[in-house]
């Protein structure tokens, strides 16, 4: 497998995204099963220059700046054979346990998940695309339309994507819950129609 070795310029405001409240959860509790056993970097969305490539590699040169899958899968289980690499069981995924994250200065990674970006996005434009993808997925998924109106449980990045998401995909109303009006002042800020506070005791 052909790598590349990607310089994540200023990864602290890379790779900072919809990672944080998550991974920073790792360290109170087990989450789907993966402990913090020791140590570990954190962060999975990011975008960085391109310093080297492997001799196969014909899609990035360096210089070249690249947004990157976080997730490396197996290629041998059904899953994988049958395209839907995302739902590998054996998944190296970027600040899952044991895997350290890409919040570091510099990382090698697989060649064909590096996706270079155009000349007009920003590399922190870049690093949001696979939270981004999150979000259009999930309207994909629920076959969101001008008829759909839309219910966000949560208003924390993933959310606020979909709030972009569904407003992209044309739906008409879109109401966000969360327990945290800080969080929802901003869902209403990204298009939001109504925002719900949810109490904590309920």
Known sequence: M???????????????????PINFRFW???LAG???KEPMVIGHECAGIIEEVGSEVKHLVPGDRAALEPG?????????????YNLCPDMKFFATPPVHGSLANQIVHPAYLCFKL????????GAMCEPLSVGIHACRRASVGPETNVLIMGAGPI?????????????????????????????KKVGSDECILVSKDS
């Open 159 to 187: 959310g606020l994507v979909t709030v972009l998401s569904a407003r992209a995909f044309g739906a008409p109303r879109i109401i966000i819950a969360d327990v945290d009006e800080e969080r929802l002042s901003m869902a």
């Open 34 to 36: 993966y402990v913090v």
């Open 72 to 84: 490396i899968s197996c290629w041998r289980c059904e899953a994988c054979k049958q395209g839907f």
């Open 28 to 30: 109170r509790l087990e």
């Open 2 to 20: 052909e790598k590349v070795t990607i310089w994540l310029h200023g990864s602290l405001e890379y790779t900072l995204c919809a990672s944080s």
């Open 118 to 125: 155009p000349d007009n996005l920003t590399l922190e434009e």
